[in-house]
């Protein structure tokens, strides 16, 4: 196809959509959006660099800063309010879908204190199999495309951040994590991003999974 429209007017559209569907929070007014393109290749949707190639676009928002700590969606890559366009210059008629799951929060009537863990408490955690995997790619192959990754043979952390933990599933309040954004060393020399997360909250204040329900407090 010819004539494809630009990132920038995809995301207006986006908006537009979104703003008509009347679920506009105002966390989304400075946070992150994201464009993706992809392309059709038989029953799979696969990623692509080349705008000229794409059939779809993919807009994802993410929730702005809430203070001064990013949100993190379940997986670090795909926005908790995402639209499909398909990537024809009559956007505006080709909307395929709006994905919608995106909690609001009164950020001054809930506020509490809780004892942190340090970065290197948090990776301690990661070695001992604390951490929760929540992306795994291999260098090289688009993924989108399903497929049986190679071993894990080591993780090397490259970046650790402190934020907050933005699920797709109801909540009552946001939970301090970090991110631990590692390069995987796979079996065949091959190599992967691998995103960790792991409970910012020293294990103390943490519940079992079976009863966690809100910090006490």
């Known amino acids: 196809m010819t004539g494809k429209v630009t990132p920038i007017c995809l995301i207006q559209v986006s908006l537009a959509a979104i703003q008509k569907s009347g679920l506009y929070p105002p966390e989304l007014t400075n946070g992150t959006r994201k464009v993706s393109f992809l392309k059709v290749v038989g029953n799979e949707l696969r990623g692509t660099e080349k705008v000229t190639e794409a059939t779809i676009a993919r807009i994802d928002f993410f929730r702005a800063d809430v203070n001064k700590l990013p949100a993190f969606s379940e997986n670090n890559i795909t926005g908790n309010v995402t639209v499909l366009i398909a990537n024809t210059t009559e956007t505006k008629r080709n909307i395929l879908s709006l994905e919608y799951h995106f909690n609001i929060f009164n950020y001054t009537a809930k506020i509490a204190t809780y004892p942190i863990k340090t970065s290197q408490q948090a990776w301690a955690d990661v070695t001992t199999g604390k951490g929760t995997p929540v992306y795994f790619s291999v260098d090289g192959i688009d993924p989108n495309i399903s497929i049986t990754p190679p071993a894990i043979k080591e993780i090397r ?14 909540q009552n309040y946001m939970q301090p994590i970090y991110l631990f954004d590692c390069e995987a060393r796979l079996e065949g020399d091959k190599t992967g991003v691998y995103y960790l997360y792991v409970p910012a909250l020293t294990d103390a204040w943490l519940l079992p999974a079976s009863t966690a329900t809100e910090p006490t407090e």
């Not at 952390?157 to 109801?170: C, E, H, I, N, P």
């Open 157 to 170: 952390a490259k970046r650790v951040s402190l934020g907050y933990y933005d699920t797709r599933s109801t």
